[in-house]
Every structure is written in structure tokens, then in C-alpha cells.
């Protein structure tokens, strides 16, 4: 599989010294939700999500690897089992980038509350856990703007693969990082990759100003705590329906 212009200067990039953020220059806010596989970070979203449309305000939604300009690309990779760690990466990063282009800094810049399921940080936890380097990864990254609030959903890593594991018939081969060579066993295989991922996500809390969530409560009762922070830490007002 060749490589694409867009990751070839992703790749180049990614070696440089990152950039000092610079003062916001948008209306809008950012909130993430992040955690591994089974945390629940995804239902919370959408709930989330149904309970500002209802009241009207002005958001969008935007999930991990979801742009149709590497769709294809990474489906023949995944189908032929050619990615490496890196081209698994970089694959990725192109996504996010096209979505970020695309999507998330126009929308922020056009007064819009973006909702993004996971986000830079699942790069950082995934792609650290498949080997890549910190330093290389968060460099790849430097161009995405910060989040106003990152929620990190976490469960017990018990809890949460077998939340995955009972609600599929079969794990898929790079989602329970058989490409790794951990073990023969899909199931042990998963479980040790989505330890990895879980360390690297605990690592991040403090440095990336991460909202702990505790995976394991009520989703009613954990919903009512997202909108709450979210109401404290978002003027929501300003995205609100305009009064004619």
C-alpha cells in the first residue's frame, strides 16, 4: 500500500519541535470524551448530544476515524493486515486532520459547540500502547486545538472488557492488537492491549486536564454530572437559539 502525499508530510512534521499554542482565535467549545473500549464514554456523549438538540443549541458531532478521505485506505490495510504501527498512525492522523480541517475549526470558528467521540488523546493511549513514540505522537498532533473540557470515562479494566466481549460475537484482528504479537488468544490479547491503552490514559489526567469520570455509575446519574460541568465550565447561552 502506498504512501499518500498527506502522510508523507504528516510523517515529516511530526519530527519537528512542537508549536506553542497560540491565544484562541474561535467563538466556539470543544468537548471530548475519551476512555477505553466499554467505558461508556460514547452512550454519555449521546445523550449528551439528544439533550442540547432538544433545547436547540447549535453543536456538532464528530467521531474518531470517521473521514471518508482515508476510509478506504484503511479498510484495505486492515483487510490485508499491512499496517505496522506507524502507517496504523499516520492513517489515523490524516483522518483526524481532514475532519479538523474540514469540520471542528470551522464549525468552532462559526460559533458551534463540537462534540467529539475521542479525540488526540486516543492516539496518545492507543498508538503509545502499539509502541509509537510519546514525543513523535504529540508532535503529529500540535495542530489540533485544545478541548474546553476532555472527559475521561474510566472503568475497571475487568468491567470494561467484558462489556466488549459479551456484546460481540468476535473481536476484529487489530482491535484486539493481535498485530502486536501479545498472544494467540483474541480475547487475552485484547484484554492486554486495552491494559496498555488504560495506563496511558492514567498517565494523561493530570498533564491534559482530564474530567475523571467513574465508568461504573448509573448512566442517568453520570449523564446529569456531564451536563452539569458542562452548564459550569460552557457559557451554553451563547449557543442557544437566537431570540427573533
Not at 29 to 46: M, N, P, R, W
Not at 160 to 171: M, Q
Not at 232 to 239: D, Y
Request: glycine content about 6%.
Amino acid at each position: 500500500m502506498g504512501t499518500t502525499t498527506t502522510e508523507m508530510t504528516l510523517a515529516r512534521d511530526a519530527s519537528k519541535s512542537p508549536e506553542v499554542p497560540t491565544k484562541r482565535e474561535y467563538p466556539g467549545a470543544l468537548v471530548v470524551v475519551e476512555g477505553i473500549d466499554g467505558s461508556g464514554k460514547s452512550t454519555q456523549l449521546y445523550l449528551l448530544k439528544r439533550w442540547l438538540e432538544i433545547h436547540g443549541y447549535r453543536i456538532h458531532f464528530t467521531e474518531w476515524n470517521s473521514s471518508p478521505l482515508v476510509k478506504s485506505a484503511t479498510r484495505r490495510g486492515k483487510q490485508r493486515r499491512l499496517l505496522t504501527p506507524t502507517t496504523f498512525s499516520l492513517l489515523h492522523a490524516a483522518d483526524f486532520a481532514d475532519r479538523c480541517e474540514r469540520q471542528i475549526m470551522p464549525l468552532l470558528q462559526g460559533g458551534y459547540l463540537v462534540l467529539a467521540d475521542r479525540y488526540i488523546y486516543t492516539a496518545f493511549a492507543r498508538d503509545g500502547a502499539r509502541g509509537c513514540s510519546p514525543h513523535w505522537l504529540r508532535n503529529l498532533y500540535s495542530f489540533a486545538p485544545t478541548p474546553d473540557i476532555t472527559f475521561y470515562f474510566r472503568a475497571p479494566l475487568d468491567v470494561a472488557v467484558n462489556r466488549i466481549v459479551a456484546g460481540r460475537p468476535k473481536l476484529k484482528y487489530y482491535e484486539a492488537g493481535m498485530d502486536l504479537g501479545i498472544s494467540l488468544d483474541r480475547a487475552e490479547s485484547f484484554r492486554i492491549f486495552q491494559e496498555r491503552i488504560l495506563n496511558n490514559y492514567d498517565a494523561m489526567v493530570e498533564s491534559d486536564n482530564f474530567v475523571l469520570m467513574d465508568g461504573t455509575v448509573r448512566v442517568n446519574k453520570l449523564q446529569k454530572l456531564m451536563r452539569q460541568i458542562v452548564g459550569e465550565r460552557i457559557s451554553l447561552q451563547q449557543f442557544a437559539p437566537k431570540k427573533r
